[in-house]
């Protein structure tokens, strides 16, 4: 077993459209996985363990979790889908779902969340509470790519000699006139 201590110099290889391609399949399997383990587990303890517990929460938040997995599974396979031409060639394997920093990274926190939230409420509904995690995120993104820099924005020194100079144009102009 070797321990790499420093990351490789050079460029980072590039990817092509069938490794794309193969890699999304893969990727949209595990999630799938993930879905279906994480909504068996929660049937299966509140229908064979707790059934006569079980409320309207109960089975509210299941229908909550299936539309949260169901709109971030699709947006997933619809942003991977491959595009093949009419001899059977791939001529566009989607987007990278496996890409750093990209919509996709968010979309499989909100399904890997979830199924945790999913199977830890089996304990307790209080674990719910957990998945406002997911807004709070959304909105911390917001501030950090969006608001924030919009808000602190400071102007440029460029700018603020330009400013400067238009000023003292300005005030010559005024002298010139008295």
Known sequence: MSLVLFKPKGKVGTKGKKQIYEENQDTLKFY????????????????????????????????????????????????????FAEDGSLTDAGTDLNMEQG???????????????????????????FWL???????????????????MEQPSVANQEVNEKKQRRQERRQMKKF
Not at 45 to 70: D, N
């Open 103 to 129: 919509m996709a990274e968010h979309l499989k926190d909100v399904i890997l969340l979830t199924a945790i939230v999913q199977v830890l409420s089996c304990i307790s509904l209080y674990f719910w509470y």
């Open 133 to 151: 995690l997911a807004p709070g995120r959304a909105v911390y993104l917001l501030w950090v790519h969006f608001l924030g820099p919009w808000f």
């Open 32 to 83: 799938l996985r993930i879905i279906l383990g994480a909504n068996a587990i929660y049937i299966a303890l509140h229908v064979l363990l707790f059934w006569s517990s079980s409320t309207f929460w109960t089975w509210s938040w299941l229908v909550f979790a299936l539309i949260i997995y169901g709109i971030s599974y699709r947006s997933m396979r619809g942003m991977s889908t491959p595009y």
